[in-house]
């Protein structure tokens, strides 16, 4: 069940012997994700939490059949790593690095084009089908196997909105974090495209914050799309314009990407669009 | 990090983009000496990191070196949205028939440089984009392939240029382009691009901005930085770790990750309050940076009370509370506070703060309320 990760995955953490890697390994081992291999250049033939590391992605997916890479490496490395799991075959590449330089995140995706891979983030807190498989950073316990499926551009406040949920005891089909930077490999309506075909996915929450016009894309793609309903939560109405707020992407330049436009466009195609992130548990329930 | 125009046009002039043959001085007598070696008259410019400089009477013109001294007397030292002016660029004055906007940007949609270029220049392009949209034309660049000739042509074509003016704008836009990507920056933009009386194009103002996370290529670039872009207390929070933004509310929020802390600003308004600063400690901060963010927000006078919003992933709720007990020894206030720390270790966390008898709420909306009550008093 879900979309993207399950007990189908079978995962490659590339920088697994750094402190992030090797932590977050354990945590993803623990919580039921099938962790198949390790990468770090130089580090081959080392173990990691039962795990064999090898020197390049290419080797550890002849080896191990991985089908999907989680990114913990630096972020000046961040772009070529990227390139080089998609290079090698895998199918679902998840960084979860923060401050990749965005010109290199534009020759990344250039060169992502043509290959058959999909890229979620830079700078996200991965994925969960819960029950299933872990792929990130997000704390397992607060999820609950279950039909929403919630996509965001942020960490932390996803946490906020998948524990009202659980308090409710609805649980998720599969929460993605997309990540808060200008250029990330899947954005809101690849996600909504994969949850309105998940037969799985009753009803889907969207989280979204200031910057750019994805939210306004994907309240578009609602309108043409989306026979599931969506509620949506949009962070940063207090934010002033010009100034960056965290995220790369989360700004609001030239009066465009203001958390009101956003809403307007949600709510005008009928979207329900929360005050707070935890009544986003009460309208999801709402709606069942 | 932005550049100032002088830093900008320099950048630019080195990838063949023509640009006025001033001077940076920081004293009357500096701006006097450079005129006097331009000759005629000259605009005297302040360097500050904002926009409005002309509106706000940081751009003037003088006719000769002497009411180029005086001017500068005027301009250096003078407040412009809150920042001083300590240096001023001297430019020849250009002889103006027209003005064309250039600028270089990503674009988030198609995940690529876009050109903008307005014939409509002189103005902010905001404006424009809003007034008389048409008039704005787009050029998607690959990153690969980088500018084609092609481009640079259709796109001077497009701006109503003809003539020995296609080959020079060419020129130009391919080495602001250029400019962009060796850079690393997020914009690089002239306003204007002028016509010049002897039929030339000339940049006679400039800008870039750069990416942060991108400076590490460039030690060079980096040492540009004005510390007057960013306040004192964004400064320290900068070098140590955390993103922080003064507001000019009254509650103080500290919050873990970008997305929360914007989510908790807008909570603590919808009860009425006004939140002081947006400040993520970012993932798994110790009691140190906790202790170091506290004090940052305490520099703030206005602020009345503080809110907490700790949801523990890779952030230990413990760490949290010991770094706020920390700093509270070390700065020792009489501003009130509520903390709510959910997640990761977060028993031990309420725990430590409880022997301390240090208020906390359990629900964001019950801390947001607390905190708003607290500011006003109550």
Not at chain 1, 193 to 220: H, M, N, R, W, Y
Not at chain 1, 277 to 284: E, G, L, R
């Amino acid at each position: 069940m879900g979309i993207l990760v399950g007990k189908n995955t079978r995962l490659v953490v590339q920088g697994i012997t750094g402190r992030e890697g090797a932590f977050h390994t354990q945590q993803m081992i623990e919580y039921g994700t099938n962790v198949v291999a390790g990468v770090t250049p130089g580090k081959g033939g080392e173990w990691v939490h039962g795990v064999p590391v090898f020197d390049t992605v290419k080797e550890a997916v002849t080896a191990t059949e991985a089908n999907t890479s989680i990114i913990y490496v630096p972020a000046r490395f961040s772009a070529d790593a990227i390139m080089e799991a998609a290079d090698a075959g895998i199918e679902l590449v998840v960084c979860i690095t923060e401050g990749v330089p965005v010109l290199d995140m534009a020759r990344a995706m250039a060169y992502l084009a043509n290959k058959d891979v999909r890229l979620i983030g830079p700078n996200c807190p991965g994925l969960i089908t819960p029950g299933e498989a872990k792929v990130g950073i997000t704390p397992g316990h607060i999820h609950l196997p279950g039909n929403v499926g919630l996509v965001s551009r942020s960490g932390t406040l996803t946490y906020e909105v998948v524990q009202a949920l659980t308090d409710k005891g609805i649980g998720q089909s599969t929460a993605v974090g997309i990540g808060g930077d200008p250029i990330i490999g899947t954005k809101f309506i690849d996600t909504l495209k994969l949850f309105e075909s998940d037969p799985l996915t009753d009803q889907v929450v969207l989280i979204g914050e200031i910057g750019g016009t994805d939210e306004q894309v994907a309240a578009q793609f609602i309108a043409d799309h989306m026979s599931k309903p969506v509620t949506a939560f949009i962070a940063g109405r207090t934010a002033p314009p010009g100034k960056r707020m965290g995220h790369a992407g989360a700004i609001i330049q030239g009066g465009e990407g203001t958390a009101d436009e956003k809403i307007r466009a949600l709510e005008a195609v009928g979207v329900k669009v929360a005050e707070l992130p935890t009544q986003v548990a009460d309208i999801v329930a709402s709606q069942m | 990090m932005k550049l100032h125009e002088y830093q900008s046009k320099r950048i630019f002039a080195k990838y063949g983009v023509p640009i006025p043959e001033g001077e940076v001085a920081t004293t009357p007598a500096e701006a006097r000496e450079i005129a006097h070696q331009i000759g005629g008259s000259v605009v005297v410019k302040s360097q500050v990191l904002v926009g409005g400089r002309g509106k706000a009477g940081g751009v003037k013109v003088a006719k000769d070196a002497d009411e180029a001294e005086q001017l500068a007397k005027q301009i250096l030292g003078m407040d412009i949205k809150g920042l001083t002016v300590e240096k001023v660029l001297i430019d020849p004055t250009a002889d103006i028939r027209d003005e064309i906007y250039i600028g270089v940007v990503i674009d988030r949609a198609q995940q690529k440089p876009v050109i903008i270029a307005s014939a409509e220049g002189g103005v902010e392009i905001e404006i424009v984009a809003k007034e008389n949209p048409d008039a704005i034309k787009r050029v998607a660049v690959d990153p690969v392939f980088g500018l084609m000739n092609f481009q640079a042509t259709n796109l001077a074509y497009d701006l109503g240029l003809k003539g020995h003016y296609v080959g020079q704008f060419t020129k130009i836009i391919k080495g602001l382009y250029q400019a962009f990507m060796d850079t690393d920056a997020s914009l690089a933009e002239i306003n204007p691009l002028v016509v010049t009386g002897d039929e030339q194009l000339l940049a006679v103002d400039g800008k870039i901005v750069l990416d942060d996370n991108a400076l590490y290529k460039h030690p060079d670039l980096a040492e540009m930085r004005d510390i007057q872009e960013e306040s004192p207390s964004e400064r320290e929070a900068r070098l140590a770790g955390l993103n922080f933004i003064k507001l000019d509310g009254e509650i103080g929020c500290m919050v873990n990750g970008a997305g929360l802390a914007m989510a908790t600003m807008d909570i603590v308004q919808h009860f009425g309050g006004s939140p002081a600063n947006f400040l993520d400690i970012g993932g798994g901060a110790n009691a140190e940076k906790v202790a170091k963010a506290l004090r940052i927000i305490l520099q703030d006078p206005n602020v009345k009370s503080i809110l907490f919003n700790i949801f523990g992933g890779i952030t230990r709720c413990d760490e949290v509370a010991k770094g706020i007990l920390e700093a509270l020894k070390q700065v020792p206030t009489d501003v009130p506070m509520v903390a709510r720390l959910v997640g990761t270790n977060e028993e031990e966390g309420q725990k430590i703060l409880a022997e301390a008898n240090f208020p906390s709420a359990t629900s964001l909306s019950d801390a947001a309320q607390q905190a708003v009550a607290l500011a006003k008093g109550a």
